[in-house]
């Protein structure tokens, strides 16, 4: 891997212990239902999951979309989407599929609803996928997007200089990590109406961000950004501060919605 490229090849190349923490952050919660209510879906709707992940997500829409409907989750990562096809193989209305280079490996119109969560702060270009989500929505068909902002990140017993510093040693994971408050006009200058935006902030005092911190930290230590003795002491600090119940961690989240009218 090369810093130039480590943003996409750090997802197609994913050891067994990060694998693991995926597994634990993206499984289905009750709140995904209320997170995809802008989504409108209904029995009979085609989702695309866009970055599908581990695939839990796309196993709970197509639950919601039920037998008439499907649920389309499309990723770079081939034991992502291996995984997920064995896991739902006996399954009529789900199917899984490996996305390589720009184009979505999906036919124009095929789907009205799509959902792309926390993926594009790594794609090459933003409008290029934009332009991919925009040709496989029918007309009518409606996006959601939700990505991250680390420009206004907070991590406590941190403080803001030193996470600062951290967000900045993990960079090279990142595209566009401040993609949050660029997308409104990114998804208008791709064509799509009644375009609106949220932030919504939620904020971790027991630790569970704590996964999220260690894969920071292995893209940190990926290219001696910061020393690897001061990371993990960066991270016994933040576990100490959740086992005294003086920790915070605190990452916007954009949610923009958009409709396909033409």
């Known amino acids: 891997m090369t810093e130039d490229t480590f943003y996409t090849d750090h997802w197609r190349e994913i050891d067994d212990e990060r694998v693991a923490r995926y597994e634990r952050m993206f499984v289905w ?5 209320a997170l995809l209510a802008p ?3 209904r029995p009979g709707s085609r989702v695309l999951d866009y970055g599908c992940g581990p695939g839990f997500v796309t196993e709970g829409m197509a639950g919601i979309v039920g037998s008439t409907g499907r649920a389309y989750g499309v990723d770079l990562n081939a034991s992502f989407v291996t995984n997920a096809s064995s896991r739902n193989s006996g399954s009529d209305n789900i199917s899984f599929r490996l ?19 926390n993926v594009l702060e790594y794609v090459p270009d933003i409008q290029t996928t934009l332009a991919e989500f925009h040709r496989v929505l029918e007309p009518g068909g409606r996006l959601l997007l939700i990505d991250s902002d680390w420009g206004f990140v907070a991590v406590e017993p941190w403080g803001r200089e030193r996470t600062r510093r951290f967000v900045e040693a993990a960079a090279p994971a990142f595209r566009e990590p401040e993609i949050g408050r660029k997308l409104r006009t990114r998804v208008i200058d791709a064509g799509f109406d009644d375009v609106e935006v ?11 961000s704590l996964l999220v911190l260690r894969n920071m930290a292995s893209y940190a230590s990926a290219f001696d950004a910061i020393p690897t003795d001061e990371i993990d002491a960066m991270l016994a600090e933040a576990q100490a501060a959740v086992e005294a119940d003086r920790y915070l961690f605190c ?3 954009f949610v923009v919605t958009g409709v396909r009218t033409r």
Do not use: Y
Request: glycine share 12%; hydrophobic share 35%.
């Open 99 to 117: 996305v390589d280079g720009d184009r979505i490996p999906l036919d124009d119109a095929t789907v009205d609803r799509l959902l792309c969560k």
């Open 251 to 253: 990452l916007p989240q």
């Open 198 to 208: 949220r932030v919504q902030a939620g904020v971790d005092t027991e630790g569970g």
């Open 39 to 41: 989504l409108d879906l």
């Open 29 to 33: 919660r009750e709140g995904h239902a």
